[in-house]
């Protein structure tokens, strides 16, 4: 969540995209940039190692043994064979808490962002405030009283119980985010749309949220991750392997000690996937509404 | 709020009366219809952290156990769950190694991010897409992440040790020696936190004006007195939000020192974050670990404020 936010401001800000078209401007200077880049492809490879490392050993079907190499020369598929048989249920689990949470998020987070940005009503700054502060709030905190919560409503170990978590956690960014796209649409947009005899719940959906469409996928995205990535709620607010997202079957595999990591890290990069995609989809969403942006 | 929301209800209903006054009418529904679209959202923010928090407070003040759940009944204990956790010597160790945890890896991620922001900042070519590239550690679920270090660090076999071994160093029990544990844990974390840091050090490195540094090279500031006279003083407000940001969610970091050593070896890793976790789910002292999550919302909410405080420019906006 919190990463989303400076992914906005990395790539959404207009200044940078500027810079960045202006870049190399003659042929003399490309000879001198280049170390530059051999130099980056270094710091990359250090940070990006332990990714190299979960894919290089999920292919070995002998990780574990004192020889794991480098590359992996003889790849084997064993190790997603066997992740697939013990961990598919749980991919499915973790595809449902998080299609639900994205689902739910939207439907709340999409109109109290227009709600906040256009009706800037007495209150709602205050609002705001809060939900900036909920973000800092340690989930352990969430959790420990969700517990005794969900117990009394017969929430543990449901999905239910799960979106509902993971939602709470993901709807502050996902309001702040949009919230802070739908401030920009002009209101004469939404005002001409009342004047030919639209309430504003209509104008709501049929002119501002298919402008808005790039910040709501892009906090759909976000909200995803957020819930695929979940860790602790899952830990504590489930016990049975009936519903058991993803991510504690990784922690279920790291809790005992460790013979074959080879399943362990397929499991791993299945787990990985979906923040892969997001890196290329974010950034294709993320630029286009700086594009659009800068049209205007 | 509530006061707000009784205007606009009371606004609605002499709507449908239809007082003469038709703008002041037109502006009270239109208040309740803004409220309309917040409502749900505000309901959300009561119900999953409003209650937490409340509940947290009155739970540190009962006895839980493990038959609580069973039959709901947790007698009013006072203050005897902070007494007993202050006098608890895996309270102070907590203390301690949060404090450690937090402050190294904070300055590692500040200073490493620094640097790899000012690197990439000179736009030589791929640079764009490098960037990109670095933000997929931290876009991993955090418990993958927990599991491929796990392995890296593997005394017998790991990767870091394997390494190692090629300049005849002997293996380094990284996770399962209790001097060794904290910082190889800090260490993982600071890598998790480069890139957050590298962003929006990058994108603060983005706003200060290129004429600027015209400016200044003309005056005979160029490397170090640039970066001290020009870059520094005017991304100030960024490394405040770095830093504030990157304390409060490095106070809340639990998935990757349970991946890593669940709090272990001899909770040379335990935290607050982890210790509230250990005493609620694994011993079912709820009530002592709603008061360790009270303490860590106190110290978080600290540091919540000085960066609203930092940010409250862009708030009022």
């Known amino acids: 969540m919190t990463a989303t936010q400076a992914i906005m401001t990395s790539h959404g800000g207009p200044k940078g995209r500027g810079r960045a078209s202006r870049g190399p401007k003659g042929r003399g200077r490309a000879s001198r940039e280049w170390p530059m880049t051999v130099l980056g492809i270094v710091f990359l490879a250090i940070m990006i190692f332990p990714v190299y ?54 439907v709340i987070a999409a109109p109290a962002a227009y709600g906040l940005a ?53 709807i502050p960014f996902s309001i702040i985010l949009i919230r802070a796209f739908m401030a920009s649409i002009p209101p004469g947009l939404v005002e001409a749309a009342l004047v030919d005899g639209a309430n504003d719940f209509r104008a709501f959906v049929s002119i501002v949220v298919p402008i808005s469409k790039n910040a709501i996928v892009t906090a759909a995205l976000f909200t995803f ?36 990591w080879g399943p362990v890290m397929a499991t791993a990069v ?27 | 709020m509530a006061a ?54 009155t739970m540190s003040l009962q006895n839980y156990s493990t038959t609580t759940f069973f039959t709901g009944f947790a007698p009013w204990v006072g203050f005897s769950n902070y007494v007993t956790i202050f006098a608890d010597p895996i309270f102070i160790t907590s203390v301690i190694n949060t404090a450690l945890f937090t402050i190294g890896s904070i300055i590692f991620q500040f200073v490493i991010g620094l640097g790899l922001a000012l690197f990439f900042k000179r736009h030589f070519p791929l640079s764009g897409f490098l960037r990109s590239l670095l ?34 160093i002997a293996p380094v029990p990284w996770l399962v020696s209790p001097t060794v544990a904290l910082i190889s844990v800090i260490g993982v974390n600071i890598w998790l936190g480069i890139p957050f840091n590298t962003t929006i050090l990058y994108s603060g490195l983005q706003a200060v004006p290129e004429e600027l540094y015209e400016a200044a090279s ?43 050593t669940g709090g272990g070896p001899a909770n040379s890793t335990q935290t607050l974050a982890t210790l509230a976790y250990q005493k609620s789910f694994v011993q079912f002292l709820f009530g002592q670990g709603a008061a360790v999550s009270n303490l860590l919302i106190v110290v978080s909410l600290i540091f919540a404020l000085a960066y609203l405080r930092i940010t409250r420019k862009e708030v009022d906006e």
């Open chain 2, 4 to 57: 707000v929301r009784a205007d606009s209800a009371g606004g609605a209903e002499r709507a449908t009366l239809g007082t003469p006054d038709s703008r002041r009418r037109r502006r009270y529904s239109h208040d309740l219809i803004g409220w309309m679209f917040v409502a749900p959202a505000i309901l959300f923010v009561l119900v999953f952290f409003g209650y937490p928090i409340v509940k947290n407070l």
């Open chain 1, 118 to 170: 256009r009706f800037k009503l007495p209150g709602m700054r205050g609002f705001v405030f809060v939900l900036l502060i909920t973000q800092m709030i340690p989930n352990i905190v969430i959790a420990n009283a969700l517990y005794t919560l969900f117990t009394s409503l017969g929430l543990l170990n449901s999905y239910v119980g799960l979106i509902l978590a993971d939602t709470a956690a993901q």
């Open chain 1, 53 to 106: 490392w979960m894919i290089n050993s999920s292919l070995q079907a002998n990780s574990g043994a004192a020889t794991t190499s480098w590359i992996p020369l003889h790849p084997t598929f064993a190790g997603y064979e066997t992740a697939i048989q013990q961990q598919s249920q749980n991919l499915v689990t973790s595809l449902i808490v998080s299609i639900g949470t994205v689902i739910l998020t939207l």
């Open chain 1, 225 to 260: 991750l957020g819930a695929w990535g979940d860790f602790l709620f899952a830990l504590t607010l489930t016990s049975t392997p009936s519903v058991r997202p993803i991510t504690l079957g990784i922690y279920n595999y790291l809790g005992a000690n460790v013979q074959a």
């Open chain 2, 218 to 260: 003309l005056d005979g500031a160029v490397g170090w007195k640039s970066f001290w006279y020009i870059t520094w003083p005017s991304i100030r407000s960024v490394v405040g939000v770095v830093v504030v940001l990157g304390v409060v969610y490095t106070l809340k970091v639990i998935d990757i020192i349970l991946g890593l």
């Open chain 2, 135 to 168: 933000l997929l550690p931290w876009l991993l679920p955090l418990i993958a992440s927990a599991a491929v270090w796990k392995w890296i660090l593997d005394q017998g076999s790991g990767a870091l040790n394997q390494f190692l071994g090629i300049f005849g």
């Open chain 1, 270 to 296: 299945m787990a990985s996937i979906p923040a892969t995609m997001l890196l290329i989809l974010a950034q294709k969403y993320i630029s286009a509404g700086a594009l659009g942006g800068a049209i205007k």
